[in-house]
Protein backbone atom coordinates (compact mmCIF):
# COMPACT_ATOMS: atom_id res chain seq x y z
CA UNK A 1 0.00 0.00 0.00
CA UNK A 2 1.49 3.46 -1.01
CA UNK A 3 1.18 6.00 1.41
CA UNK A 4 2.55 9.91 1.51
CA UNK A 5 2.98 12.18 4.14
CA UNK A 6 4.19 15.33 3.47
CA UNK A 7 5.29 17.88 5.53
CA UNK A 8 7.91 20.83 5.81
CA UNK A 9 5.27 24.00 5.33
CA UNK A 10 5.35 27.17 6.85
CA UNK A 11 5.45 31.20 6.76
CA UNK A 12 8.44 32.57 5.50
CA UNK A 13 9.02 36.58 4.11
CA UNK A 14 9.56 36.84 0.25
CA UNK A 15 13.00 35.79 -0.70
CA UNK A 16 13.08 32.95 1.49
CA UNK A 17 13.55 29.28 1.62
CA UNK A 18 11.45 26.45 2.25
CA UNK A 19 12.06 22.79 1.69
CA UNK A 20 9.02 20.87 2.09
CA UNK A 21 9.18 16.78 2.56
CA UNK A 22 7.14 13.58 1.16
CA UNK A 23 7.75 10.70 3.05
CA UNK A 24 6.53 7.99 0.59
CA UNK A 25 6.23 4.62 1.42
CA UNK A 26 5.51 1.83 -1.36
CA UNK A 27 6.41 4.18 -4.10
CA UNK A 28 9.75 4.89 -4.40
CA UNK A 29 10.99 2.85 -6.80
CA UNK A 30 11.82 3.58 -10.22
CA UNK A 31 8.23 2.42 -11.45
CA UNK A 32 6.67 5.48 -9.72
CA UNK A 33 6.47 9.26 -10.67
CA UNK A 34 6.75 11.30 -7.89
CA UNK A 35 5.88 15.16 -7.96
CA UNK A 36 4.16 18.45 -6.31
CA UNK A 37 1.27 20.29 -7.03
CA UNK A 38 -0.08 23.16 -5.61
CA UNK A 39 -3.82 24.57 -4.60
CA UNK A 40 -4.91 28.34 -3.78
CA UNK A 41 -8.09 28.46 -2.45
CA UNK A 42 -11.13 28.90 -5.25
CA UNK A 43 -8.91 28.03 -8.13
CA UNK A 44 -7.24 24.80 -10.07
CA UNK A 45 -4.11 22.84 -8.16
CA UNK A 46 -1.49 23.79 -10.74
CA UNK A 47 1.41 20.98 -11.13
CA UNK A 48 5.03 22.64 -9.28
CA UNK A 49 8.06 19.86 -10.32
CA UNK A 50 7.91 16.28 -11.00
CA UNK A 51 10.47 13.09 -11.07
CA UNK A 52 9.52 11.05 -13.82
CA UNK A 53 10.23 7.39 -14.25
CA UNK A 54 13.57 7.86 -15.45
CA UNK A 55 14.63 10.63 -12.66
CA UNK A 56 14.31 13.39 -14.97
CA UNK A 57 12.90 16.33 -13.81
CA UNK A 58 10.53 19.17 -14.50
CA UNK A 59 9.37 22.48 -13.24
CA UNK A 60 6.45 24.83 -14.06
CA UNK A 61 7.30 27.64 -15.82
CA UNK A 62 6.49 29.85 -12.62
CA UNK A 63 8.58 27.51 -10.47
CA UNK A 64 11.82 27.11 -12.69
CA UNK A 65 15.39 28.34 -11.39
CA UNK A 66 13.92 28.63 -7.78
CA UNK A 67 12.63 25.46 -7.31
CA UNK A 68 14.44 21.95 -7.14
CA UNK A 69 12.67 18.40 -6.93
CA UNK A 70 14.72 15.74 -5.79
CA UNK A 71 14.51 12.52 -3.79
CA UNK A 72 16.54 10.78 -1.40
CA UNK A 73 16.63 6.70 -2.18
CA UNK A 74 18.32 5.74 1.24
CA UNK A 75 15.44 7.43 3.04
CA UNK A 76 12.54 6.92 0.72
CA UNK A 77 12.32 10.49 0.59
CA UNK A 78 11.41 13.18 -1.77
CA UNK A 79 11.34 16.90 -1.70
CA UNK A 80 10.84 19.93 -2.66
CA UNK A 81 13.54 23.07 -2.19
CA UNK A 82 12.20 26.58 -2.66
CA UNK A 83 13.85 29.26 -2.89
CA UNK A 84 13.40 32.98 -3.95
CA UNK A 85 10.11 32.80 -2.68
CA UNK A 86 7.43 35.03 -4.05
CA UNK A 87 3.77 35.99 -2.52
CA UNK A 88 2.11 34.49 -5.40
CA UNK A 89 3.58 30.44 -4.34
CA UNK A 90 1.40 30.76 -0.78
CA UNK A 91 -0.54 27.69 -1.20
CA UNK A 92 -1.37 24.53 0.41
CA UNK A 93 1.57 22.08 -1.74
CA UNK A 94 0.75 18.60 -2.06
CA UNK A 95 3.21 15.92 -2.90
CA UNK A 96 1.74 12.86 -5.27
CA UNK A 97 2.66 9.27 -7.00
CA UNK A 98 1.76 7.79 -9.88
CA UNK A 99 3.00 4.45 -11.24
CA UNK A 100 1.52 5.67 -14.29
CA UNK A 101 4.58 6.62 -17.24
CA UNK A 102 4.13 10.36 -17.70
CA UNK A 103 5.24 12.88 -20.71
CA UNK A 104 6.13 16.51 -20.88
CA UNK A 105 2.64 16.95 -21.71
CA UNK A 106 0.75 15.02 -19.03
CA UNK A 107 2.67 15.50 -15.58
CA UNK A 108 0.76 18.58 -14.51
CA UNK A 109 -2.81 16.89 -15.05
CA UNK A 110 -3.38 15.77 -11.32
CA UNK A 111 -5.97 13.21 -12.79
CA UNK A 112 -3.15 11.51 -13.66
CA UNK A 113 -2.15 10.87 -9.85
CA UNK A 114 -2.84 8.21 -7.93
CA UNK A 115 -1.81 8.92 -4.43
CA UNK A 116 -1.60 11.92 -2.48
CA UNK A 117 -0.14 13.58 0.69
CA UNK A 118 -2.53 15.48 2.88
CA UNK A 119 -1.21 18.93 2.11
CA UNK A 120 1.39 21.49 3.98
CA UNK A 121 0.46 24.99 4.03
CA UNK A 122 2.89 27.76 2.42
CA UNK A 123 2.95 31.17 3.17
CA UNK A 124 4.71 33.84 1.66
CA UNK A 125 4.50 37.59 2.98
CA UNK A 126 6.00 40.65 1.26
Known amino acids: QVQLVDSGGGSVQAGGSLRLSCAASGATDSRYCLGWFRQVPGKEHEGVAI???????QYADSVKGRFTISKDNTENTFYLQMNSLKPEDTAVYYC????????????????????WGQGTQVTVSS
Open 96 to 115: AATPLLLYDSTWSDLDQYKY
Open 51 to 57: IFRDRST
